[in-house]
């Protein structure tokens, strides 16, 4: 069975800061997709980036980042510039290739400060 | 399009009542979930189901029950509610045999007092 770890339960970063989330994952498999999904104080859940873990490259969206390390089963989110809308839960999410079911990791709580 | 739609958002519950979550899509999902959101612990699945009459247990399912009649629905039943199962729930759908993102709705809050 895959496991999603995110070992920062809370963070906090300035405004305009750059912050940078951790996630690991345990699994046997070779082909996946790896998620951050965003979780405002809305409770809607957001998808904020995807990572196909055949493609080397590390897959970017306007601000936010990810780098994606096969090898060691990382795959921290890097958010740049950070807004006060980024003030949010991140949950790392795990799913194998044309699985079903996701897994979640316990989240992240990240506060920008003004 | 509405998406995942979850009726009710709030709801409180005394230990023993019983009550339906109420989840629907209008995508065509084959695939449909019910996760549980608790502090520290993320989003646990509790059920889940890949089309019409099929349904699957997922980490979490005591004390739960789903059925899945339509493409579109799929309730989560609570038959004696537990103070243990004061949580948020969230309704997810998606299309079978791709490999694109959950599609949530808004969640229920639920309080068992």
Known sequence: AQT????????????AETVTLSCTYDTSENNYYLFWYKQPP????????????YKQQNATENRFSVNFQKAAKSFSLKISDS???????YFC?????????????????????? | NAGVTQTPKFQ?????????????????????????QDPGMGLRLIHYSVGAGITDQGEVP???????????????????AAPSQTSVYFCASRRVGTNEKLFFGSGTQLSVL
């Open chain 1, 42 to 53: 809305s409770r809607q859940m957001i998808l904020v980036i995807r990572q196909e873990a």
């Open chain 1, 4 to 15: 999603v770890t995110q070992s920062q339960p809370e963070m906090s970063v300035q405004e």
């Open chain 2, 12 to 36: 409180v519950l005394k230990t023993g009542q019983s009550m339906t979550l109420q989840c629907a899509q209008d995508m065509n999902h084959e695939y449909m979930s019910w996760y549980r």
């Open chain 2, 62 to 80: 005591n004390g739960y029950n789903v059925s899945r009649s339509t493409t579109e629905d799929f309730p989560l039943r609570l038959l004696s």
């Open chain 1, 83 to 89: 807004q006060l809308g980024d003030t949010a839960m």
């Open chain 1, 93 to 114: 999410a795990f799913m194998k290739n044309y699985g079903q079911n996701f897994v979640f990791g316990p989240g992240t709580r990240l506060s920008v400060l003004p």
